[in-house]
């Protein structure tokens, strides 16, 4: 099996911390997590070959909201975890799986699970 592809876009180091933690927690070394900080790191990324994404909506150097765009584009499932609201993003992107901050693990286990078991399918359709 290939090894699973994860990003995390987030800006503070701790809750960074926590994601990644819970994602290798569940899934292990089966797993590369790839965790940037910025819009710049994350918008070439959103290119790469990624089995989901995570993204926070306000990072260093403004909104992943295209960077989103990008994912779905390719087909790669991806949430927004993030202390914003839901209706704070732009209509493009209403209805996007949404994890509120504070989270708990199996808000982002749970997701995870399921854009990595929809994408075995052999979909590489949006979980988002």
Do not use: N, W, Y
Not at 40 to 56: F, G, I, N, Y
């Amino acid at each position: 099996m290939d090894r699973q592809r994860i990003l995390i876009v987030e800006d503070d180091p701790f809750i960074a911390m926590d994601i990644e933690a819970a994602v290798l927690d569940d899934l292990g070394d089966a797993t590369e997590v790839i965790v940037v900080d910025s819009l710049r790191e994350a918008q070439s990324l959103a290119e790469a070959d990624l089995d989901c994404a995570l993204l926070d909506v306000d990072v260093v150097g403004g909104k992943t909201f295209d960077v989103a765009l990008k994912l779905r584009a390719r087909g790669t499932p991806f949430a927004f975890v993030s202390g914003s609201l839901p209706s704070d993003l732009p209509e493009e992107l209403a209805g996007t799986v949404f994890v509120p901050k504070p989270f708990h693990s199996r808000d982002i286990i749970g997701f995870v699970t399921r854009a990595l078991k929809a994408g075995s399918v052999g979909s590489s359709g949006s979980a988002s």
